[in-house]
């Protein structure tokens, strides 16, 4: 995982070429200048390959973030206060999950892309990632965008996990104190109930990385998320289609990079699970 970061937003730095750049002829087989070779209309797949991590990346962790902090806000309060809270709280959380993921993310990105959605961005967010991403800002803006529809359907798991564990953690002796010596309610949800439920909530937190990479990678490849020129692992996977028999490694690397880190990041969860939950240690 390490070196595939290395690879993504070290790279680029080493290569002076644009990702979106024509630099050979198209089709160009893999040489000493190009290593994977050139793309249909002459982009170097390497170059292309490099940013399309870091943006991929960038995507998975933005997403992972933002769906693991409104989840775990939003499991904690459920969790908390039970009763009727509990009860609406949890209705939403299963409405959300009865709606099929894929097609729901089509449509509301096909409406993103089409401006039927109306969301816009500060211009110096989109002027800051549109120079990260080597990408205009109205491309920057699109794929933040996307970051925040993937974020909005993504939280629901750890909603359900962090309302679990705050469930047992609420009678517990430590919050009895609290509760005892004045402490107001949302006192207590964030400093005692929420960093009791960080180990939980660290191994969701990663293990759902994969999946954000995955479901980027799948809108992509539909042509509902990152768009071309800008590149990403997914729409890399999809441009190659037309020549999988005649240039297998144009669909090989950015399938493989998805592989690796997908399966990287569940041994990382894999590992702090086994680290962070004590029962593994009896």
Known sequence: LLFIFIFSFLGPLFMKTSPTAQVAAPDQLPDATHIFGTDEIGRDVLVRLMWAGRISLLIAFSVTFLSQVFGVIFGAVAGYYVGWVDAILMRIVD????????????IVSAFSLRGGLP?????????????????????????????????????????????GVILSLRTQEFAEAARALGGSSWGIIFKHMIPNALAPILVSATLGIADIILTESALSFLGFGVQIPTPSWGNMLFNAQADMFTQPWRALVPGLAIFMTSLSANFVGDALRDALDPRLKL
């Open 119 to 163: 969301i816009s961005l500060p211009s110096f967010i989109n002027n800051f990632f549109a120079k990260l991403w080597a990408t205009d800002a109205a491309s920057a803006e699109q794929i933040l965008i996307l970051v925040l529809i993937l974020g909005a359907f993504s939280w629901m798991g750890a909603a359900r996990l962090v309302r």
């Open 95 to 106: 409405f959300m999950l009865t709606l099929p993921l894929l097609p729901v993310l089509l």
